[in-house]
């Protein structure tokens, strides 16, 4: 949309085939694939269809390809017929790959940044063409840091495109690799720091399991005590050690998690206190770490 509004002229647009929604039968586009309709751009959901496209426009001279959150690794011919460039959100090469933000919240990192770089066959090896630094504020989503860099990379692009690309430079420093996301690293440990389960929880899908249902954790902060509200740190770790309009404050093997939002088996999301009335949740009760799965995944 930025690209748009500050005159860059779109020719065409790759994106994901249209999903089905919900239960029934009919389907959705993409975000992208919305927008592209929205002002009448050509929109594919193959690089040969879009590269058929511009052949039958008769020259790709002047054409330039942006890739962002594409997911597949672009190889020959593609990468000999134009000129491609990636928006990556990492200060590379630290998080080359598929979960950069992500990585970079589970690390604990206190910034990242957004470059865009030259696309060769490697994985997030090319030159860098530009790069701008971002703090990653200590309560913010991977959806939320996502959308600021979302903003900061489209703004370099459009310098780009707009006065050229300079010379890119190489990448400097020790790659380190952002792998997917597994859904084993996502069961919080209670064994662990409360600022490790924060960090679960803030990149989205954290779960652990409560009477041997499984429970997303969609909200939680470290806990910090104050004198009025004293807890007892006898408690054996996932043992929830008080209860508060706020929400549960939760045992770990290094400070305690407020988890203040959750969600059920089956159910909608609900206020961590709500949830635990509902169920006769009492000071001593255990949230539980297990090695596998006695119930199906929370939809």
């Not at 052949?55 to 990468?79: C, F």
């Not at 979302?150 to 400097?172: D, E, I, T």
């Not at 399991?209 to 408690?235: G, I, M």
Request: charged residues 20%; contains cysteine; glycine residues 8%.
């Amino acid at each position: 949309m930025l690209l748009i509004e500050n005159g860059i002229r779109v020719e065409a647009v790759v994106t994901r085939p249209d999903k089905r929604r919900g239960r029934g039968s009919e389907t959705s586009p993409s975000p992208v694939k919305a927008t592209a309709a929205r002002f009448n751009i050509p929109c594919f959901d193959s690089i040969d269809a879009v590269l058929a496209h511009l052949h039958n426009q008769d020259s790709l001279v002047g054409v330039t390809g942006v890739v962002v959150a594409y997911g597949r690794i672009l190889k020959d011919p593609l990468i000999s017929l134009i000129p491609l460039v990636n928006l990556h959100f990492s200060l590379l090469p630290r998080w080359r790959g598929a979960a950069p933000v992500e990585r970079a919240i589970l690390c604990g990192d206190a910034t990242t940044g957004s470059s865009i770089m030259q696309i060769e066959e490697g994985l997030d090896t090319g030159g860098v063409y530009a790069v701008e630094e971002v703090d990653i504020f200590s309560h913010e989503s991977a959806d939320e840091l996502r959308s600021r860099l979302g903003v900061v990379g489209s703004h370099q692009l459009v310098q780009l495109l707009r006065y050229g690309f300079p010379q890119p430079a190489p990448q400097k420093g020790e790659p380190v690799h952002a792998e997917k996301i597994s859904p084993v690293e996502l069961q919080i440990h209670w064994s662990q720091p409360a600022i490790n389960a924060q960090r679960q929880v803030r990149v989205g899908g954290a779960f652990t399991y409560f009477r041997n249902a499984r429970v997303k954790v969609l909200d939680a902060r470290v806990h910090n005590d104050d004198a009025e509200n004293t807890v007892d740190t006898s408690f054996a770790t996932g043992a929830i050690v008080q209860l508060r309009k706020e929400g549960v404050v939760v045992q770990t093997s290094n400070g305690q998690l407020l988890v203040s939002q959750v969600q059920a088996e089956s159910k909608k999301p609900m206020l961590a206190r709500d949830w635990a009335n509902g169920l006769r949740v009492a000071v001593g009760d255990h949230f539980e770490f297990v090695t596998s799965s006695p119930n199906k995944d929370v939809s």
